[in-house]
């Protein structure tokens, strides 16, 4: 097992004197294996591309390999009005993962129906041949780069497990599977250790989340806090300190046989650097256990 973290993971850090390659740099020092990019924090005035090659270099001159580079998406929605416009647009990003070194992308499907949505239908069904279109001619390009895609458990829209599984079985490819996040489930209000059995065998990559979650029952506790969609209240925490059973998690993974990459994605309110390095031993501890 080869562990990482996200840059999304450092998200309260960054300034004008504190950027991405830092944060690889800190990976390093903390003992990652890689450094998993999320979203490209391009500077103002560079080229996307071109920086990527940077961005790579700097992640070898420091000795930290690149993981998964995630972005958005939505074929349902976007500007341009068409899902094939969209598949353009991710085979350029295909092309800056390529350029960083990524061994694996992540994209969104879409946030869901709304006004904007420009292809006809009311619910999941009616749109995921759409879906499935958009992420099957991205992973069939991606192969041609040795990159493998992924769909994650996010976006509310396509959170469930049972949807995710249906994205993954409409593409039917080899090279794209899943991006499974422990805590994510969550907020489709999913029972995590349910959905991990079900989606381990499509598991390319894996994400350590945990969140503390409140009833929605109950008032608002505030700030730090959002709503899933069944309007309970989640907070990001240290893997290991919120309500995710990440532990039992960790073991439907390794019994389904996954043994691939784990990378921690921190969204708390605690110290950055504190919470990645004690959820990294946590989840460390975790897998040994499992």
């Avoid at 993981?67 to 295909?94: C, H, M, P, Q, T």
């Avoid at 490819?173 to 065998?201: Q, T």
């Avoid at 996954?258 to 309110?269: K, L």
Wanted: charged share 25%; glycine share 12%; aromatic share 12%.
């Amino acid at each position: 097992m080869k562990f990482g973290v996200s840059s999304y993971s450092f998200h309260r850090m960054y300034n004008d004197s504190f950027t991405q390659l830092d944060a690889a740099k800190k990976a390093k020092e903390m003992g990652f294996d890689f450094f998993e990019v999320a979203e490209l924090r391009v500077p103002e005035g560079k080229d996307k591309l071109e920086f990527a090659k940077e961005f790579a270099a700097g992640c070898k001159e420091i000795g930290i390999s690149i993981g998964n580079y995630s972005i958005g998406a939505d074929f349902i929605n976007n500007e341009a009005g068409s899902v094939e416009a969209e598949i353009e647009r991710l085979k350029k990003e295909i092309d800056v993962a390529e350029a960083l070194g990524a061994t694996g992308v992540r994209h969104d499907s879409t946030g869901g129906i709304g006004a904007k949505t420009f292809v006809e239908g009311r619910g999941f069904l009616n749109v995921l041949p759409y879906i499935v279109k958009g992420y099957k001619e991205v992973t069939e390009y991606a192969q041609t780069k040795g990159i493998r895609t992924m769909i994650e458990n996010h976006g509310l829209f396509c959170q469930d497990s049972y949807r995710v599984e249906q994205i993954i079985c409409g593409v039917n490819h080899p090279n794209f599977g899943a991006l499974v996040d422990l805590g994510n489930f969550l907020c489709a209000d999913e029972n995590p250790v349910v959905a991990v059995g079900r989606l381990a065998p499509m598991a390319f990559h894996a994400h350590a989340k945990d969140f503390i979650v409140k009833s929605g029952m109950g008032a608002n506790p505030g700030e730090g806090f959002f709503q899933s969609r069944g309007g309970n209240y989640l907070r990001g925490t240290i893997v290991g300190h919120g309500n995710v059973p990440v532990a039992q998690c960790v073991r439907v993974l390794k019994n389904a046989g996954y043994d691939a990459t784990f990378s921690i994605e921190f969204e708390g309110c605690e110290d950055n650097l504190d919470a990645i390095r004690i959820g990294f031993a946590n989840l460390k501890k975790y897998w040994e256990m499992a």
